[in-house]
């Protein structure tokens, strides 16, 4: 089975700009959650989104937002960039059947704002 | 909330010998899950061992175990035989045990560098 992945891997951006990111689960997952990873606020909750469904939401303003397709693919999308949003962006699918809650993750986007 | 602390930002060990890497938590939930990630220098976020909250027997994996500690709210874990491929940034993380979403919560992380 193919795992998750993420598109483009590398970005970069100018301030003001807006950025879509792409993310495809593991066949068969239908919740996927976003991360962002900076060194200095660590890894932070987005959000997760199951069955086109936003479900849960992380504490970041409204220019972070998402929505996934009837595929379970997954966007996020940033608009009017900052320089503070540089950072890696991980997406992680899961099986909402499994007990133990296993999250699956890509290899993530970096995304570089000047 | 939830909260995440590795209190040990950097750790260092010999091939062939045993680390232990702390982690404690905070949360007033009783049914949660605990994880153990390792991000080696690719970035790919890998899973190591898992825990569940109402299992009072500690998990292992082959080289990985963890020393749950519930009542003190400790999740530390242990690996044997170290291997160079062990060097990585290692993340504990938190999730509740809800139908409603799933959602985790991580440390500061503790990078580990296994010397030869």
């Known amino acids: 089975k193919a795992g998750v992945t993420q598109t483009p891997r590398y970005l970069i951006k100018t301030r003001g700009q807006q950025v879509t990111l792409s993310c495809s689960p593991i066949?068969?997952?239908?919740?996927v959650s976003w991360y962002q990873q900076t060194p200095g606020q660590g890894l932070q909750f987005l959000f997760e989104?199951?069955?086109?469904?936003?479900?849960n939401k992380g504490n970041f303003p409204g220019r972070f937002s998402g929505r996934q397709f009837s595929n379970s693919r997954s966007e996020m999308n940033v608009s009017t960039l900052e320089l503070g949003d540089s950072a890696l962006y991980l997406c992680?699918?899961?099986?909402?059947?499994?007990?133990?809650?296993?999250?699956?993750f890509g290899p993530g986007t970096r995304l570089t704002v000047l | 909330a939830q909260t995440v602390t590795q209190s040990q930002p950097e750790m260092s060990v010999q091939e062939a010998e045993t680390v232990t890497l702390s982690c404690t938590y905070d949360?007033?939930?009783?049914?949660?899950?605990l994880f153990w990630y390792k991000q080696p220098p690719s970035r790919q976020m890998i899973l190591v061992i898992r825990?569940?909250?109402?299992?009072?027997q500690n998990a292992t994996e082959n080289r990985f175990s963890v020393n749950f500690q519930k009542a003190a709210k400790s999740f530390s874990l242990k690996i044997s035989d170290s291997q160079l491929g062990d060097t990585a940034m290692y993340f504990c993380?938190?999730?509740?045990?809800?139908?409603?979403?799933?959602?985790?919560?991580f440390g500061e992380g503790t990078q580990l560098t296994v010397n030869p």
């Open positions: 992680a699918s899961k099986n909402p059947g499994l007990l133990y809650n296993e999250q699956f």
């Open positions: 066949s068969g997952h239908r919740s």
């Open positions: 989104y199951f069955s086109e469904t936003q479900r």
């Open positions: 949360t007033s939930e009783n049914n949660y899950y």
């Open positions: 825990q569940e909250a109402y299992k009072q």
């Open positions: 993380a938190f999730m509740k045990r809800e139908t409603s979403g799933s959602r985790l919560t």
